[in-house]
């Protein structure tokens, strides 16, 4: 069982920057691959970005390359949201996931994770 708090959210201006972080805790936190997804309201959720239990490798949603980043610090056993240049289309809830993996160089798609932050708010005004 991983548990998983984000934190980092808020309201912003267009063209401002935001860092989100995501604390996991439990049996062998670090040993999981995670990702940020995003629900706007009246959408579904989408994948934003996500990176390996080994951190060597990361994947990211066309909407956001260039402007997102995600990192994590294996000694907090936290991942990092790194959000640049936000457009008013970023205003979403944004939730963290873990996904048990073998491979450490995997970056799962959605329907692979399995543990789910409760969601933060961002929000960008134009």
């Known amino acids: 069982q991983v548990q998983l708090v984000e934190s980092g959210g808020g309201l912003v201006q267009a063209g401002g920057s935001l860092r989100l972080s995501c604390a996991a805790s439990?049996?062998?936190?670090?040993?999981?691959?995670m990702g940020w997804f995003r629900q706007a309201p009246g959408k579904e959720r989408e994948f934003v970005t996500g990176?390996?239990?080994?951190?060597?490798?990361?994947h990211l949603a066309d909407s956001v390359k260039g402007r997102f980043t995600i990192s994590r610090d294996v000694t907090k056993n936290t991942v990092y949201l790194e959000m640049n240049s936000l457009k008013p289309e970023d205003t979403a809830i944004y939730y963290c996931?873990?996904?048990?993996?073998?491979?450490?160089?995997?970056?799962?798609?959605?329907?692979?994770?399995?543990?789910w932050g409760q969601g933060i708010q961002v929000t960008v005004s134009s």
């Open positions: 996931a873990a996904a048990w993996v073998w491979n450490s160089d995997y970056v799962p798609p959605i329907s692979e994770y399995e543990y």
């Open positions: 439990g049996r062998a936190a670090s040993s999981y691959a």
């Open positions: 990176i390996s239990w080994g951190g060597g490798r990361t």
